[in-house]
């Protein structure tokens, strides 16, 4: 809660907090907010604010197959925000508990578990992405497959760190001495001494890995079409770029807005906890 | 000594500096007046937060961030400090005024040879040619008695000790045979031999050069020891000013009177029999430690005996690096022993395992150094207490109420059960600390440097505390210190252990009185101030 | 040090192990994955039995995995299916366009990040601090695809300033490569800054900062003489990780400009199935991983003077203290 009042006294945190929300309304609401249904053919490259055949206006312009740019884009930040959150759950859920066990207990478990993150470190992540999207086929559940497989490492050596430095604390000696238990120690005494971090970082990887969703999708192997996809939308839209712009440029801004967002509280959550540390 | 002249080398008039907005007080140095002449060593003594390293820091040009010289003046030479430009300022510091800082591993650049950033001194203030500096160089470290200073030089800290940094430190500020040292806390990160070794050096080079020095400092047994003069500090003012001896042994102000009664006494209880009947509460039998350090085994603690009596106090003094913590951590099972036994009660620490040790952890607590880093930041001081009554067998709502009684045991508000650990003090938070650890309801408690971070007014009630738990619940006390001030007030035996090794085991007085081993004599004869015997004084408490 | 470094070497060759196994298990555990794969999807069920026999693809997992192995580092990767031709031959070309590409991108994106960070880090607080760490955040909040619309929108569609493809069709072309490297030091540099501003921050509050001000060193002389070399560890240590950073973020850049580089090499066999290609290029790419790591270590190690090779870990030297 402290956490939080700090967070609204800093302007690139409170613009990072409105940017999340208006994305949470508009993915929750899309039905309502968007003009068109997202998957139909209305007006074949309309540019932005032309009027459709009906008398509807088509604010952003239309798509090559005639769909309406601003129904997808409200539409799609429901695909991104979808599948980065849950992406990003299940690479914390893994990274967190392993790097508790690894950081706590050390060890031999700590070498194991270390191992086995260096090894998935050592893939390129566009490299780990091909591989397990080819191997297993583009949809959403592989997406978040793969990108458990590729950022959990990274949450994994955060927590183990955290882990290393808290674990060697006189509260976690006298916590030892009164004999709590392994697991009651790092739910009581490290993991809630490990949040703020977390939480900046948990900000940070859900901008990315709402990149990474647009990426894939840039890179044709997110969401099969004719899912609603802000990196599919730049794919498809790519070739024909020179001649209409708007039919890449407004995901583009969307995800940077998006993303931007998260950059900054991220960022203002680590000053926060910089802060704690040192007072 | 070099002549001044009449007037004094350094004159601070009314000098006030002002706090950031929302600080505890409006400044962090209230008109302090003081004059200093050459060749004499000034000692400011103070509590944290007393202004003392502020007001060291402005005479020197350079206030810390966000605190301003509001009025008064500095007057060095009869040049106003608070009115000087930068680049004056530049050639004056390290020139004419000097400084020796706290931490003199941290004070050196770790990327730079000693020697090459003695030599920049002349660099920046002279105009010697390269070989003259290096000679110079040398000269200086064979003058703060480095043995070997080509080699001194040619290192980087991390390859020397502390005392050895120390002294780089001290040979870099006398460089350009400076007016005026000023030394903040610059024993305080070292040993106790270390640190009498430095004072020593100080008075001697002080009294080859003739500099002014203004020694800060929180410790009465360093000020014994080098001061001429005192100041003595409280919240930014200067609350008394005098000769060393006026100031020690008559003080005035009832603020030095209180901070001089907590001064502790190194007057030994007799010593009492040992009870040769009933079992000893506490039995540390041939307990040994190594750790591997890059493949090589290092022995912490070897073959570590000790008996103790229900209800007595041990204190365990040594220098760092000596085991004493070492011995604490085995004994209380949060680290492993090698070999050898803890029996409480007639139980083998040592040997239990899983849910067995769980158990019996309960009779043997800890309380922690760093009050600051010994409570989790995140529970509030009830569910703290709460939790570890629970642990200690009881249900959960007499739990709660123990909590609240040991509260008013340690002498805190019942208010204190909801708040955080950051709203208290570092006094107070001790109190916490031992509260928590007499929520388990143990026959022994370990007290690892427990009041070593804190003041001394502070330190002198929390020993205050710890005796009077004690005698009441008949506690059994293992008491571990570097200062031998305290170990001699608080403890029935003693123990001192030097790398690894308890060298010495007796009754207290007869270990400070009459110690045997050659190593608890030069640690009684290191303890700053120990010719001086705190007076006996009427204080207002 | 010799201990060090075949310590890490062993380390090294275990993780290069641990990820072979990995990848052979991802792309040939399904063999009629990789029959279809390399008959094409109108092979009959026949054709696929027949090959996947003459090529002992019937033969024990483990087994499989170990020929493949020995071939592996005998130097026989296989035939890309698409390509036609020897893996071999065809990643050292790719690799090479992608090494000057990554390279260029490397050399401009360093300095700019180092100077950057150092301005922002030696008075913390300050506009200049502000305005340089609020760009870093904004310009790595940018996704390259983004960045790329972007820039090709401001300096091809409207400037016609730059060409808005880089497939090096006619050669070797300097002003195909403006584009993406601005778009990689774009995306790139931001955290580089950041990071040596951190670095920064924290060596200018140091307590060696302060002494040499005290010494009446001037602040220019503090920050190039005292500040600067041990502010340069970690960044220095950071630039070499950029390395993997790069080889992962060309895909994009490639893919956008197409050019032909190692990218749009793995994205070309990833789109086409091309089985041992995939498994060809993603073991160059661990092996350029593996080794930086390597090498930012040993940069660590020597640009600090503090770290011996034989550190005890914080823990035990606390413990023993």
């Given at each position: 809660?402290?956490?939080?009042?700090?967070?609204?006294?800093?302007?690139?945190?409170?613009?990072?907090?409105?940017?999340?929300?208006?994305?949470?309304?508009?993915?929750?609401?899309?039905?309502?907010?968007?003009?068109?249904?997202?998957?139909?053919?209305?007006?074949?490259?309309?540019?932005?604010?032309?009027?459709?055949?009906?008398?509807?206006?088509?604010?952003?312009?239309?798509?090559?197959l005639g769909r309406d740019i601003l129904?997808?884009?409200?539409?799609?930040?429901?695909?991104?925000?979808?599948?980065?959150?849950?992406?990003?759950?299940?690479?914390?859920?893994?990274?967190?508990?392993?790097?508790?066990?690894?950081?706590?207990?050390?060890?031999?478990l700590d070498t194991a578990l270390s191992f086995i993150a260096n090894t998935l470190l050592a893939f390129p992540v566009t490299v780990l992405y091909i591989i397990i999207i080819t191997s297993f086929g583009a949809s959403g559940a592989n997406i978040v497959i793969a990108v458990t497989f590729a950022s959990a490492p990274g949450v994994f050596r955060i927590m183990r760190a955290i882990a290393l430095d808290i674990r060697n604390r006189d509260f976690v000696a006298a916590a030892i001495t009164q004999g709590e238990s392994?697991?009651?120690?790092?739910?009581?005494?490290?993991?809630?001494?490990?949040?703020?971090?977390?939480?900046?970082?948990?900000?940070?990887?859900?901008?990315?890995?709402?990149?990474?969703?647009?990426?894939?999708?840039?890179?044709?192997?997110?969401?099969?079409?004719?899912?609603?996809?802000?990196?599919?939308m730049v794919a498809e839209g790519k070739n024909m770029a020179i001649a209409f712009p708007h039919l890449v440029i407004f995901p583009c801004i969307a995800i940077s807005l998006l993303m931007l967002a998260m950059s900054l509280l991220s960022d203002s959550l680590q000053q926060i906890a910089k802060g704690g540390s040192r007072a | 000594m070099k002549a001044e002249g009449a007037a004094p080398l350094l004159r601070v008039r009314d000098l006030s500096v002002t706090l950031p907005q929302g600080a505890d007080r409006r400044f962090a140095v209230e008109e302090a007046s003081?004059?200093?002449?050459?060749?004499?060593?000034?000692?400011?003594?103070?509590?944290?937060?007393?202004?003392?390293?502020?007001?060291?820091?402005?005479?020197?040009?350079?206030?810390?961030?966000?605190?301003?010289?509001?009025?008064?003046?500095?007057?060095?030479?009869?040049?106003?400090?608070?009115?000087?430009?930068?680049?004056?300022?530049?050639?004056?510091?390290?020139?004419?005024?000097?400084?020796?800082?706290?931490?003199?591993?941290?004070?050196?650049n770790p990327a730079v040879k000693v020697g090459e950033q003695i030599e920049e001194v002349f660099t920046l203030h002279s105009r010697l040619a390269p070989r003259e500096r290096r000679e110079r160089v040398k000269a200086l470290l064979s003058d703060t008695r480095l043995p070997d200073p080509d080699r001194i030089a040619q290192s980087y800290s991390h390859q020397l000790s502390g005392g050895q940094c120390q002294r780089v430190v001290i040979a870099m500020a006398l460089a350009m045979s400076p007016a005026l040292l000023i030394a903040d806390e610059p024993t305080s990160a070292l040993d106790v031999t270390t640190q009498a070794q430095v004072l020593k050096l100080m008075r001697e080079l002080r009294d080859e050069h003739g500099h002014a020095v203004l020694f800060i400092t929180h410790d009465f047994g360093v000020v014994a020891e080098v001061a001429d003069r005192v100041a003595v500090m409280q919240a930014g003012r200067i609350v008394e000013i005098g000769d060393k001896r006026t100031v020690l042994d008559a003080p005035r102000h009832p603020y030095t009177q209180k901070l001089i009664a907590s001064v502790p006494r190194a007057e030994p209880r007799p010593a009492s029999a040992l009870k040769p009947d009933a079992e000893p509460s506490l039995v540390i039998s041939h307990l040994a430690k190594?750790?591997?350090?890059?493949?090589?085994?290092?022995?912490?603690?070897?073959?570590?005996?000790?008996?103790?009596?229900?209800?007595?106090?041990?204190?365990?003094?040594?220098?760092?690096?000596?085991?004493?913590?070492?011995?604490?951590?085995?004994?209380?099972?949060?680290?492993?022993?090698?070999?050898?036994?803890?029996?409480?009660?007639?139980?083998?620490?040592?040997?239990?395992?899983?849910?067995?040790?769980?158990?019996?952890?309960?009779?043997?607590?800890?309380?922690?150094?760093?009050?600051?880093?010994?409570?989790?930041?995140?529970?509030?001081?009830?569910a703290i207490l709460t939790r570890a009554g629970r642990l200690g067998g009881k249900p959960g709502a007499?739990?709660?109420?123990?909590?609240?009684?040991?509260?008013?045991?340690?002498?805190?508000?019942?208010?204190?059960?909801?708040?955080?650990?950051?709203?208290?003090?570092?006094?107070?938070?001790?109190?916490?600390?031992?509260?928590?650890?007499?929520?388990?309801?143990?026959?022994?408690?370990?007290?690892?440097?427990?009041?070593?971070?804190?003041?001394?007014?502070?330190?002198?009630?929390?020993?205050?505390?710890?005796?009077?738990?004690?005698?009441?619940?008949?506690?059994?006390?293992?008491?571990?210190?570097?200062?031998?001030?305290?170990?001699?007030?608080?403890?029935?035996?003693?123990?001192?252990?030097?790398?690894?090794?308890?060298?010495?085991?007796?009754?207290?007085?007869?270990?400070?009185?009459?110690?045997?081993?050659?190593?608890?004599?030069?640690?009684?004869?290191a303890a700053p101030g120990r010719n001086w015997t705190p007076p006996v004084l009427e204080t207002p408490e | 040090m010799l201990h060090f470094i075949a310590r890490r070497l062993l380390v090294l060759l275990a993780t290069m192990l641990a990820v072979s196994f990995v990848v052979f298990a991802a792309l040939e555990l399904n063999i009629e994955d990789v029959a279809t794969h390399v008959l094409g999807q109108f092979a009959t069920a026949d054709q696929r039995h027949l090959w996947l026999a003459e090529n002992g693809y019937f033969d024990p997992f483990l087994y499989?995995?170990?020929?493949?192995?020995?071939?592996?580092?005998?130097?026989?990767?296989?035939?890309?299916?698409?390509?036609?031709?020897?893996?071999?031959?065809?990643?050292?070309?790719?690799?090479?366009?992608?090494?000057?590409?990554?390279?260029?991108?490397?050399?401009?994106?360093?300095?700019?990040?180092?100077?950057?960070?150092?301005?922002?880090?030696?008075?913390?607080?300050?506009?200049?601090?502000?305005?340089?760490?609020?760009?870093?955040?904004?310009?790595?909040?940018?996704?390259?695809?983004?960045?790329?619309?972007?820039?090709?929108?401001?300096?091809?569609?409207?400037?016609?300033?730059?060409?808005?493809?880089?497939p090096m069709t006619s050669g070797f072309a300097w002003r195909e490569l403006v584009m993406p490297v601005a778009v990689l030091v774009l995306a790139g540099t931001g955290y580089l800054a950041r990071m040596t501003r951190a670095s920064m921050v924290e060596v200018m509050s140091s307590a060696y900062v302060r002494t040499a001000r005290m010494k009446g060193a001037s602040f220019p002389r503090v920050v190039l003489r005292h500040a600067l070399r041990n502010a340069m560890v970690t960044p220095v240590t950071v630039v070499m990780l950029y390395i993997p950073w790069l080889l992962a973020n060309v895909v994009v850049v490639e893919v956008f400009f197409a050019y032909r580089g190692f990218g749009t090499l793995l994205y070309t066999a990833s789109l086409q199935h091309d089985v041992f290609l995939i498994e060809g290029c993603t073991m160059v790419a661990v092996v350029v991983v593996v080794s930086t790591q390597l090498l930012s270590d040993l940069a660590y190690v020597w640009l600090n003077p503090r770290v011996t090779f034989d550190t005890p870990s914080e823990k035990t030297a606390g413990a023993a203290a």
């Open positions: 809660m402290k956490t939080f009042g700090a967070l609204l006294r800093s302007p690139s945190a409170l613009f990072g907090l409105a940017v999340a929300a208006i994305s949470l309304a508009t993915a929750l609401f899309a039905p309502i907010l968007a003009p068109h249904d997202p998957l139909r053919t209305i007006a074949p490259l309309a540019l932005p604010g032309s009027v459709a055949p009906d008398g509807s206006h088509l604010w952003l312009g239309a798509d090559f129904s997808r884009l409200i539409f799609g930040t429901r695909t991104v925000l979808l599948w980065s959150s849950l992406a990003t759950a299940a690479s914390f859920s893994v990274g967190v508990s392993m790097g508790l066990l690894a950081g706590y207990f050390g060890g031999k392994a697991l009651a120690i790092m739910a009581r005494e490290i993991l809630p001494n490990a949040a703020t971090p977390l939480l900046a970082d948990l900000c940070l990887r859900l901008g990315y890995t709402a990149i990474t969703v647009g990426v894939l999708g840039f890179l044709g192997l997110g969401l099969p079409p004719p899912t609603p996809d802000w990196g599919g | 003081f004059e200093l002449s050459g060749g004499e060593i000034m000692c400011v003594v103070g509590e944290s937060g007393s202004g003392k390293s502020v007001l060291s820091s402005a005479i020197m040009g350079a206030a810390p961030t966000g605190l301003k010289v509001a009025s008064g003046s500095i007057l060095f030479r009869g040049e106003d400090i608070v009115r000087m430009g930068e680049a004056k300022l530049r050639k004056l510091r390290g020139n004419q005024i000097a400084m020796v800082f706290q931490e003199p591993m941290a004070a050196l190594s750790y591997r350090v890059g493949g090589q085994s290092v022995t912490a603690l070897k073959d570590a005996s000790l008996a103790l009596d229900k209800g007595r106090t041990l204190g365990i003094v040594g220098e760092s690096g000596s085991g004493k913590s070492t011995l604490a951590r085995v004994a209380i099972r949060l680290t492993p022993a090698d070999r050898g036994a803890v029996r409480v009660g007639g139980v083998d620490l040592a040997k239990l395992g899983g849910k067995a040790l769980a158990r019996a952890r309960r009779k043997i607590q800890m309380i922690f150094q760093d009050p600051y880093g010994s409570l989790n930041p995140r529970h509030s001081v009830g007499e739990a709660r109420e123990s909590a609240i009684e040991l509260l008013r045991l340690v002498g805190l508000k019942p208010e204190a059960f909801a708040r955080k650990p950051h709203e208290f003090s570092g006094g107070q938070r001790q109190r916490i600390g031992i509260a928590r650890a007499l929520a388990m309801n143990p026959e022994v408690v370990f007290a690892d440097e427990c009041v070593s971070a804190l003041d001394v007014s502070v330190q002198a009630q929390v020993l205050r505390l710890i005796a009077d738990l004690q005698a009441r619940l008949d506690l059994t006390l293992v008491f571990i210190t570097h200062d031998l001030r305290v170990a001699a007030q608080v403890s029935d035996y003693i123990a001192v252990m030097r790398q690894g090794e308890i060298v010495e085991f007796g009754g207290a007085e007869e270990v400070l009185k009459r110690p045997r081993h050659p190593y608890t004599r030069e640690l009684i004869a | 499989r995995y170990l020929r493949w192995l020995a071939h592996f580092a005998t130097g026989d990767w296989g035939r890309s299916i698409h390509f036609k031709e020897e893996v071999t031959t065809l990643i050292p070309y790719y690799l090479e366009n992608t090494a000057i590409l990554a390279g260029i991108a490397l050399a401009v994106m360093t300095p700019l990040a180092l100077l950057l960070g150092v301005l922002a880090g030696m008075r913390e607080g300050s506009t200049l601090d502000r305005v340089i760490s609020f760009f870093a955040i904004a310009t790595t909040s940018i996704p390259q695809f983004a960045s790329a619309v972007f820039l090709s929108g401001i300096f091809v569609f409207w400037l016609h300033l730059l060409p808005g493809a880089s």
